[in-house]
């Protein structure tokens, strides 16, 4: 699987065959059809598919990263980092409303 050793990855063409598989879809063809012609287990094309169904075209652009976070990869951090920090702000905020609320007096 993937490329050999020392031969880049070309995402230009990851990505057209992404969108390949689901023009395929949209003729009618099965899954495992779709990955026979494409050169994938049909798992790839399942991801594809739920992916597409999920988030739509956006999901399937190169370098994409819409709902698969993997903690290996540094690219992934800012965006993790940016939703703790919308998480603890949105904490925060929930305290300060509650601790504001009407005074008895």
């Known amino acids: 699987m993937g490329n050999p050793a020392g ?14 598989a689901i023009q395929m879809l949209e003729r009618g063809l099965r899954q495992a059809e779709i990955a026979r012609q494409l050169r994938v287990v049909p798992q790839t094309v399942a991801r594809w598919m739920h992916d597409y169904g999920t988030h739509g075209k956006s999901a399937l652009r190169k370098g994409c990263a819409t709902y698969r976070w993997n ?19 949105a904490e925060s905020q929930d305290r ?9 007096s």
Request: glycine share 2%; proline share 7%; with cysteine.
């Open 71 to 89: 903690l290996s990869r540094a690219t992934c951090l800012p965006v993790i980092f940016k939703l703790a920090i919308e998480m603890a702000a």
């Open 7 to 20: 031969v880049p990855r070309d995402f230009e063409a990851l990505e057209k065959r992404r969108f390949q």
């Open 96 to 104: 300060v409303c509650s601790s504001n609320g009407p005074e008895h």
